[in-house]
């Protein structure tokens, strides 16, 4: 994404510049001034050689004049949103360290040393945690509080095993040149799930140190919706990982599938006296066979695009397994799939027509014709997902 950046402050010597204190602001009027005044003091009293940056995001209650007088240097970017403001901010920053957080006065920039020494000690990316230094009462809604930051922290663990408690929080601060090379692109609220999902996909050195949160100084609403940026938080996390997305939903399905074939394939399955399970549980293991045979295949698919396009780093464990499944290995597979369906079906249609195309064993036919045509459809779903991933390699 191109940012137009407009500095209306004159060009500095950059040389020897530390750290850069970047607030991103959106008609920040009632907090901004007292926001740049502690981060400017910690800069004197640290004697950390930097600057405080005010991205401005169009504002138009005078903000941009209030950051100047308190002695900031205000860039502004047209483009509008969260991560298009710091997009534009980080681009615009002089120090060789960066640190980040909100204009509203609910963080402390005058506590900035923990940041500072373990970016000196060669981190990366460093995270405040809100969750470990303190949340004062009516800092954090009680939704976002127990719910929405739990839950998404627990989710950034898990799809991708980085080891920090609190995954949202907007005080941070990070290696400049590290952080350009991520090619970070979301304009919105995302653009805090995107910094830490591809540090850690791209195996920067990131840890976390306690910080607190203050309520916020400001009396209008906040530009955080909770539902919306919660939403578009979860949806980027799912997205750049195909395996929870597609993948491990896909093998649960499979296998439940697989195990409902396996035990009503003979005939009916006494559960227990009045539990009977028969050929109406057979087509919904079928069922789950094809649902999870699609979900796989579109993990694949979507794992190769993202390694063509560069969204995704190459995993090492399934690097050679990816290159290996080449468009004419998954059709010889289908194929098979194929023929195995194919061969069911007509067996099926033979015994029929044994019976002179009469009343046949219903239980019996159905099991054959059940799992045959389920051999055909998922034969075709690898063969026409083998082609559309092709399609990806057109251009190359």
């Given at each position: 994404?191109s940012?137009?950046?407009?500095?209306?402050?004159?060009?500095?010597?950059?040389?020897?510049?530390?750290?850069?204190?970047?607030?991103?602001?959106?008609?920040?009027?009632?907090?901004l001034?007292?926001?740049?005044?502690?981060?400017?003091?910690?800069?004197?009293?640290a004697?950390?050689?930097?600057?405080?940056?005010?991205?401005?995001?169009?504002?138009?209650d005078?903000?941009?004049?209030?950051?100047?007088?308190?002695?900031?240097?205000?860039?502004?970017?047209?483009?509008?949103?969260?991560?298009?403001?710091?997009?534009?901010?980080?681009?615009?920053?002089?120090?060789?360290?960066?640190?980040?957080?909100?204009?509203?006065?609910?963080?402390?920039?005058?506590?900035?040393?923990?940041?500072?020494?373990?970016?000196?000690?060669?981190?990366?990316?460093?995270?405040?945690?809100?969750?470990?230094?303190?949340?004062?009462?009516?800092?954090?809604?009680?939704?976002?509080?127990?719910?929405?930051?739990?839950?998404?922290?627990?989710?950034?663990?898990?799809?991708?095993?980085?080891?920090?408690?609190?995954?949202?929080?907007?005080?941070?601060?990070?290696?400049?040149a590290?952080?350009?090379?991520?090619?970070?692109?979301?304009?919105?609220?995302?653009?805090?799930?995107?910094?830490?999902?591809?540090?850690?996909?791209?195996?920067?050195?990131?840890?976390?140190?306690p910080?607190?949160?203050?309520?916020?100084?400001?009396?209008?609403?906040?530009?955080?919706?909770?539902?919306?940026?919660?939403?578009?938080?979860?949806?980027?996390?799912?997205?750049?990982?195909?395996?929870w997305?597609?993948?491990?939903?896909?093998?649960?399905?499979?296998?439940?599938?697989l195990?409902?074939?396996?035990?009503?394939?003979?005939?009916?399955?006494?559960?227990?006296?009045?539990?009977r399970?028969?050929?109406?549980?057979?087509?919904?293991?079928?069922?789950a066979?094809?649902?999870?045979?699609?979900?796989?295949?579109?993990?694949?698919?979507?794992?190769?695009?993202?390694?063509?396009?560069?969204?995704?780093?190459?995993?090492?464990?399934?690097?050679?397994l990816?290159?290996?499944?080449?468009?004419?290995?998954?059709?010889?597979?289908?194929?098979?799939?194929?023929?195995?369906?194919?061969?069911?079906?007509?067996?099926?249609?033979?015994?029929?027509?044994?019976l002179?195309?009469?009343?046949?064993?219903?239980?019996?036919?159905?099991?054959?014709l059940?799992?045959?045509?389920?051999?055909?459809?998922?034969?075709?779903?690898?063969a026409?997902?083998?082609?559309?991933?092709?399609?990806?390699?057109?251009?190359?």
């Amino acid at each position: 994404m191109s940012l137009s950046i407009t500095d209306t402050a004159p060009a500095a010597d950059q040389a020897g510049l530390e750290l850069t204190i970047l607030m991103p602001c959106l008609n920040e009027a009632e907090t901004l001034d007292v926001c740049v005044r502690k981060a400017r003091g910690y800069l004197a009293r640290a004697g950390v050689k930097g600057e405080v940056l005010i991205a401005d995001n169009g504002s138009t209650d005078g903000s941009q004049e209030i950051a100047r007088k308190a002695g900031a240097r205000v860039v502004d970017i047209p483009a509008r949103g969260y991560g298009a403001a710091l997009l534009g901010g980080i681009a615009a920053a002089r120090g060789r360290y960066v640190i980040m957080g909100d204009a509203d006065d609910s963080y402390d920039f005058e506590t900035l040393g923990p940041f500072i020494e373990r970016l000196r000690a060669g981190d990366e990316l460093v995270m405040g945690n809100r969750f470990r230094g303190g949340i004062k009462p009516g800092a954090m809604p009680p939704l976002h509080r127990y719910l929405g930051n739990p839950v998404l922290s627990f989710l950034g663990r898990l799809f991708f095993h980085i080891p920090i408690g609190d995954f949202h929080c907007g005080l941070r601060g990070f290696s400049k040149a590290s952080i350009d090379r991520l090619g970070l692109k979301s304009t919105g609220m995302e653009f805090a799930s995107e910094m830490v999902v591809k540090a850690s996909l791209n195996k920067l050195k990131i840890s976390e140190v306690p910080t607190t949160l203050s309520k916020d100084g400001r009396t209008r609403a906040p530009h955080l919706k909770t539902w919306r940026d919660g939403w578009r938080h979860l949806r980027f996390l799912l997205l750049h990982s195909p395996r929870w997305l597609f993948f491990y939903p896909g093998v649960l399905l499979i296998a439940m599938g697989l195990l409902g074939v396996a035990a009503l394939a003979p005939g009916a399955l006494e559960v227990r006296p009045g539990i009977r399970l028969s050929t109406h549980t057979l087509a919904a293991s079928c069922f789950a066979i094809i649902i999870g045979s699609q979900l796989m295949l579109f993990s694949f698919v979507a794992r190769r695009y993202a390694l063509i396009e560069g969204i995704l780093p190459e995993p090492r464990n399934l690097g050679n397994l990816l290159s290996g499944l080449t468009l004419e290995r998954l059709l010889q597979v289908s194929l098979l799939f194929v023929l195995i369906g194919i061969g069911g079906a007509g067996w099926a249609l033979l015994y029929w027509a044994s019976l002179n195309f009469g009343e046949i064993s219903y239980n019996l036919v159905l099991r054959v014709l059940l799992i045959s045509l389920t051999a055909i459809v998922v034969g075709v779903q690898m063969a026409a997902s083998a082609f559309l991933a092709s399609v990806f390699n057109l251009r190359r």
